[in-house]
């Protein structure tokens, strides 16, 4: 009658799936995650860049990074950024349990964590398309040597990346069980996100003083770690950033573990 | 050979345990130092069984304990005290195996997916239950023919009517074949048509598949169609459980009058007199309507008598009718006793 024995991660794919199709099908969000969110950022810090290495010897000292590798590491940052976005995951379940919409989705034998980590992951299924652009513009136009102990370590990277993004949104999506509004929640993530994760400046680029702040924090394991090692094609730089990202990723995934199940002792839900 | 029991509670007590908040500044100051509880038991003492093939009517009053029991029944709450086994095991585990054996259905709630077809929600639950595909296949088929949905299944959620959805949720709460479902108002907001096709659709589908069946309502009318044991529940305790029938016999100490005047309305004079002869002093637990042509009152059977003989006396031309109650009447009549403190 049933099939037997399948494992939480199989039963749990339908839930990726239909995340992915829900993008697709939202053709306005399409276009504005595909053209408006990435080609805009990437346009004015082409403008930006391109002016600050024309022809200055001075300019040059911005960074150790070529012209070309700067772009390039814009470009992936950028796609990282919108991959590793969390908004969703902390505004639906916000959504969820101040309208009290939580229960049918408790009671699915799927536990709601997982389903919403597959949700998270069929969407970046989807946001993995301006990544897999611009890298095949990276491979092909100035060709890169195909190192292949490289490449399935960044490969996992990229994988832990989007791991550790959804248990720092789980993370701070647990705010919804104890406050009413999280809005400043949704805030708090997208402006560290955008301000810690490197998508500004590249780490080395700071002053001093912020550079280990900047280099070592969460956000930066999230989007620019990524953006750097494509560019850098450093392996030994994928191995520490593989390290740092599962390290967040396992005591985010713990600590949000923990608040859900405190949570979800004190979550009523409304009646009818 | 005996049904199986499906729901055993025992002692079951609910208690929350709310922050107060306190009006004002100072309230809130005080509040976040000095935070004060207040407790409150939404469920007491609760102790029933369900087996399979019964349906069962669970009524109250809004606040009554309802849905908080619905919630523990499916885990998704943990009892503060008594014994609780659904399907042989403690709900509270959420095993994967006891999920898969219940459906629910919450009648405010969509478990759908909301932006897709309804077919594509469907196939997603057969994947997430792991049903095998020809059996998913037929009981598609059965409830697209049952529950009228051929002509929905290809339509986004968001695109149904209120009665659609929620014959989409029935059949997505059943189609992988549950032992026990639950239902928590599923014909709020539901036309007429809607549902009476819900109700024979579960009637039928219990009797058919043996399966438990818990509903909850505030419409008497879907217990009365559904249900054939109902379980009336006021402030957190059972106030009666037993058959709908004994529930009407027991409460059949109420009687309806109808006083109706031909011809004509009802002078003031008239009405005055009526008003004073149905007057709460008279009737304490009695409920007046009073219209142009027609008074009526719904009152204890001992008290009608001599209100009768005193319409009578009245001398006003007017024919008196005593009825039966409807159900609904019934319930009418006891929530307001429980609202007044009074017990069955």
């Not at chain 2, 005080?30 to 029933?48: F, I, M």
């Not at chain 2, 109250?60 to 523990?72: D, E, Q, R, V």
Request: charged content about 20%; some cysteine.
């Amino acid at each position: 009658m049933s099939r037997p024995r399948l494992t939480f991660l199989e039963s749990s794919l339908p839930y990726a799936v239909n995340a992915a199709r829900l993008i697709v099908m939202d053709r306005g969000m399409f276009v504005a995650d595909f053209f408006l969110a990435t080609t805009v950022p990437f346009l004015m810090q082409f403008l930006i860049w391109s002016y600050l290495y024309q022809g200055s010897s001075i300019s040059r000292s911005f960074g150790v990074l070529s012209l070309s590798q700067t772009l390039f590491y814009y470009a992936f940052s950028i796609a990282f950024g919108r991959l590793n976005n969390g908004y969703d995951v902390v505004s639906n379940l916000s959504l969820n349990v101040r309208e009290g919409t939580l229960e049918p989705h408790l009671l699915r034998p799927v536990p709601y964590p997982l389903q919403k980590l597959a949700d998270f992951m069929g969407g970046g299924v989807v946001y993995s398309v301006p990544i897999i652009l611009v890298l095949a513009v990276f491979v092909f136009i100035p060709p890169v040597a195909l190192n292949s102990f490289f490449w399935p370590g960044w490969v996992l990277l990229v994988v832990v990346s989007q791991i550790l993004c959804f248990t720092l949104s789980w993370t701070v999506a647990m705010m919804s069980l104890w406050l009413v509004r999280t809005d400043f929640a949704l805030s708090l993530l997208t402006t560290s996100a955008a301000f810690f994760g490197g998508e500004l400046l590249p780490p080395y680029l700071w002053p001093e003083w912020l550079r280990p702040l900047m280099s070592y924090n969460p956000f930066r394991f999230m989007i620019s770690a990524p953006a750097q090692a494509i560019v850098t094609m450093d392996g030994g730089f994928v191995m520490t950033a593989l390290a740092w990202t599962s390290f967040y990723a396992i005591a985010f995934g713990c600590l949000s573990a923990f608040l859900w199940r405190q949570g979800m002792k004190r979550y009523r839900g409304a009646g009818g | 050979m005996e049904a199986k029991t499906l729901i055993r509670a025992s002692q079951v007590t609910k208690e929350y345990v709310t922050r107060q908040s306190s009006p004002g500044f100072k309230g809130v100051i005080q509040g976040l130092l000095k935070p004060r509880y207040s407790r409150h038991k939404a469920l007491n003492e609760v102790t029933l069984s369900l087996k399979a093939g019964e349906i069962l009517g669970f009524l109250g009053p809004n606040g009554a304990g309802k849905s908080t029991f619905i919630k523990l029944l499916t885990g998704i709450q943990t009892p503060t005290s008594g014994e609780l086994q659904v399907l042989g095991v403690r709900p509270s585990d959420r095993s994967k195996a006891f999920l898969k054996q219940i459906g629910v259905v919450f009648g405010h709630k969509s478990s759908l997916w909301w932006d897709l077809p309804v077919r594509s929600s469907l196939e997603s639950i057969c994947s997430i239950y792991e049903l095998d595909r020809s059996r998913f296949r037929k009981n598609l088929d059965h409830f697209s023919q049952a529950l009228g949905l051929k002509g929905v299944l290809d339509r986004p959620v968001r695109m149904l009517s209120l009665g659609e959805r929620v014959k989409c949720e029935v059949a997505a709460a059943l189609i992988h074949e549950p032992r026990l479902l639950f239902l928590d108002e599923p014909t709020v907001g539901l036309d007429i048509t809607s549902r009476t096709e819900l109700r024979e659709h579960l009637r039928n589908y219990a009797a058919e598949h043996e399966i438990g069946i818990m509903l909850t309502s505030h419409d008497v009318g879907d217990i009365e169609a559904c249900a054939n044991r109902v379980i009336l529940v006021n402030q957190g305790s059972i106030a009666f459980d037993g058959k709908i029938e004994t529930l009407k016999a027991n409460f059949g100490l109420i009687v309806r009058l109808l006083i109706r005047i031909e011809g004509r309305s009802f002078l003031p004079k008239e009405i005055e007199n009526l008003q004073f002869l149905l007057t709460p002093s008279l009737a304490r637990d009695a409920t007046i309507v009073i219209g142009p042509d027609t008074v009526s009152a719904t009152l204890r059977r001992e008290t009608s008598r001599s209100i009768i003989a005193a319409v009578a006396d009245l001398d006003m031309d007017a024919s008196i009718e005593v009825h039966a109650p409807d159900l609904d009447e019934v319930l009418l009549h006891h929530f307001k006793n429980f609202r007044e403190g009074h017990i069955l």
